[in-house]
Each structure stands twice: as C-alpha cells, then as structure tokens.
T-cell receptor, first 112, second 111 residues
Framework: DAGVIQSPRHEVTEMGQEVTLRCKPISGHDYLFWYRQTMMRGLELLIYFNNNVPIDDSGMPEDRFSAKMPNASFSTLKIQPSEPRDSAVYFC??????????FGQGTRLTVV | KQEVTQIPAALSVPEGENLVLNCSFTDSAIYNLQWFRQDPGKGLTSLLLIQSSQREQTSGRLNASLDKSSGRSTLYIAASQPGDSATYLCAERGSARQLTFGSGTQLTVLP
C-alpha cells in the first residue's frame, strides 16, 4: 500500500477563496482523522470518521470548515471562505481500531 | 476531555547518552498509546504502539512503556545518535477511539 495520500502538498490561496483538501486512507482502514498543526497550538484533532460516518466534529473551529467521507477510500476537508488564520499544515491519518495510525505527508496551506 | 502532556518540551543531550521522554494522560480508559517522530517540515512517523493490555514494546534502540494506573508512558532511547534529533510525540487512543496528542518533546542530540 502507498500509505495515506494527501493532496495537494502545498496550497496558496487568497482570503475568501474556497479551499479543498483531499485524503486517500490506507485500504481497509476504518478510522480516518483530520488534524491541523500550528506552532502555537500543536496538533489539533478537527474531526474523525468511523466507517465513513463522522463521529466527533467538535474540533472543527467554525462553520467555515466542513468534512466529508463519501466512501471508504476518499475524504475531503473544505474551508469556505478561507482566512489568513487558517494557515497551517493539515494532516490526514487512518487506522484500524487496534492498530497504528498512519499519517499522510500533510498539506501546507497558506492563506494570504 | 482527554489531555496528554509531554515533559520536557525540549531536551538536548550529547551523542551516546541514554534518555527518557515522558508522556502523561488523563483517560483511565485508554485503548492504546502510540509514539511518533516528526522531523522539521515533515509528517509523523509511527515508532511504537502499546496496547492497553501491554506494559512495553521494543523496536531496536527504542523501548516504550505504559503504566495505566499512573497515567504515564515513557520512551527510552538507548545510545542516542545525532540522527535521532526530531520532535517526539505521544498520542493516546481513548475510550471514544479518537487520537489525542501531546505537544511533543523536541530532542537535539549533539555530536
């Protein structure tokens, strides 16, 4: 397996624009996590899914953020409209319940 | 709400030293605990996973322990090398199955 795949690796966008981050989990994994990492706040859990169903989205900072998992092999995190304070590295991770969580390489988002 | 704490925030040691990184957690119903390594500008690499029923796991020069009763885990690195320099993060898989991270320990091994 190629591991958790995230795209794009880097995204630079203007304030107010819509941003969509994508994640392909490891095949067979039934948990998918979205995290945001900043120097100030470290790694923050935004939302996680089990069997494509959102379990806890209490970490989503605002209504501008939304996440979907239409099937077991794909998830998106959308920010609309984007703001400069959304600039961060966004990570996706997947796992089975009792196994290691594996992370993607992240998407570095810059909102100018 | 689960909380995970890592102390110290930064550590600098000379090459060859054995060292211990600490992680404490509040969830008594822990499912498992995982240690990661993160190099600057990179993603997270899994190092060790300890299930709640286990006391320790070993991989090469790394040994991780878990004490549920005290809410603590340690990562022991033997004979440290400059290539071990990175940020080390622990993450608890809690009763609700989410993965909660500590803020990490930034390790520098001096040649």
């Amino acid at each position: 397996d190629a591991g958790v795949i995230q795209s794009p690796r880097h995204e630079v966008t203007e304030m107010g624009q819509e941003v969509t981050l994508r994640c392909k989990p490891i095949s067979g994994h039934d948990y998918l996590f979205w995290y945001r990492q900043t120097m100030m706040r470290g790694l923050e859990l935004l939302i996680y899914f089990n069997n494509n169903v959102p379990i806890d989205d209490s970490g989503m900072p605002e209504d501008r953020f939304s996440a979907k998992m239409p099937n077991a092999s794909f998830s998106t995190l959308k920010i609309q409209p984007s703001e400069p304070r959304d600039s961060a590295v966004y990570f996706c991770a997947s796992s089975l319940i009792a196994t290691e969580a594996f992370f993607g390489q992240g998407t570095r988002l810059t909102v100018v | 709400k689960q909380e995970v704490t890592q102390i110290p925030a930064a550590l600098s040691v000379p090459e060859g030293e054995n060292l211990v990184l600490n992680c404490s957690f509040t969830d008594s119903a822990i499912y498992n605990l995982q240690w990661f390594r993160q190099d600057p500008g990179k993603g997270l690499t899994s190092l060790l996973l300890i299930q709640s029923s286990q006391r320790e796991q070993t991989s090469g020069r790394l040994n991780a322990s878990l004490d549920k009763s005290s809410g603590r885990s340690t990562l022991y690195i033997a004979a440290s090398q400059p290539g071990d320099s990175a940020t080390y993060l622990c993450a608890e898989r809690g009763s609700a199955r989410q993965l909660t991270f500590g803020s990490g320990t930034q390790l520098t091994v001096l040649p």
